[in-house]
């Protein structure tokens, strides 16, 4: 809300529901793999501010972020990018989308990494603030 932005939920084609399957997913990411994505509704060209969120799977980016990012052009875009964790691992998987995104000063894109303990109103509302102020700079 805090952005006024359009959302584009990444839908992975690859079935992660279930014990299994998840450690399929949770081996997926640690491998860099591939996946295959529903169509997405926006078209990222027609906007100059992306914000790219994933959660963590064992530190590592999910392979639908993964995907996205290899299939689209974001090198030109003003980004931020957030993730979600329980404890700890977040930073690893941000800085996997942040050297994905193959922008020239990948080291300076804004990120907000978030554990389960900042998702408290409390605390999460000064980390967005502090967040969007500097996406939008």
């Not at 799977?57 to 052009?73: C, E, I, K």
């Not at 804004?110 to 998702?119: E, K």
Request: net charge neutral; hydrophobic share 40%; glycine share 8%.
């Amino acid at each position: 809300q805090k952005f006024n932005a359009d959302l584009e939920q990444l839908i992975d084609k690859k079935n992660r529901i279930g014990p299994v399957n998840s450690v399929i997913a949770g081996k997926d990411a640690a491998m860099g793999n591939l996946t295959r994505l529903a169509d997405l509704e926006h078209n990222i060209n027609d906007y100059q501010v992306v914000l790219i969120g994933t959660p963590g799977w064992g530190s590592n980016v999910t392979p639908a972020v993964r995907t996205f990012l290899m299939q689209n052009d974001v090198s030109n875009k003003k980004l931020g990018i957030f993730g979600t964790c329980n404890v700890s691992g977040i930073e690893n998987a941000l800085k996997q989308i942040a050297d994905l995104t193959k922008q020239l000063d990948a080291a300076i894109i804004p990120t907000l990494p978030l554990r389960g303990a900042d998702l408290t109103e409390e605390k999460l509302f000064p980390k967005i603030e502090e967040f969007y102020k500097k996406v939008m700079q």
